[in-house]
């Protein structure tokens, strides 16, 4: 893996931005909220298609820690890195709260991705792909961590009209969901290019879903529709 790719996979901009966030990141009600909303549907489709209990599992871009400790809760032994320390504070002080054990480490994943050859049966990553300059390169290092079999969970945006006028305009200008300057369009991506990214990281794309929010009643679920907000799951062929 490179480490140069590793040293340089972020833009401190995105960071600062969510570690500005962090004391807030657990209040149900506060600039996360739609976060908290997608969270059990995120779960759901985690648990869906892998075993999570005694599993080794990796959350990459792990934020203040929602979905690791959802994760952690149904049974899985979870690692969870990020590269924003005030989040991590955060993520450490809630678990110690909330009783539920998660390794948390502030490290890039193509560092771990060095040290940890074919360590976890699932990786999820969500929410993280958008931010960052080289998505490509955070599926590569996903891929490399995974045992042979293992699965690779992703959520991020579409590219389109829709998308914008939902993700951007709606949730961050409109109805105030999310913080101005929360998303750049230019950096959402179309489900072709993930797949692509995917099979160049020697995965197999195995699911295509939509993850749709219902600000009004704010729940989130799984749909077929994903010309907004999606998941994906691509699994490693064994060895």
Known sequence: MNNAAASQNFHQSELDKFDELAQRWWDPDGPQKALHALNPARLGYVAGRTMLRDANL????????????ALAREGAKVTAIDLAPNLLKVARLHGL??????DYRQMPVEALADEALASFDAVTCMEMLEHVPEPGSVIRACATLLKPGGRLFLSTLNRTPAAFALAIVGAEYVARLLPKGTHRYRDFIKPSELARWLRDAGLELEDVSGLLFDPWRNKARIASRTDINYLACARKPEA
């Open 97 to 102: 709260e909330s009783g539920i054990k998660v």
């Open 58 to 69: 990796l959350d990459v871009g792990c934020g203040g820690g929602l979905l690791s400790e």
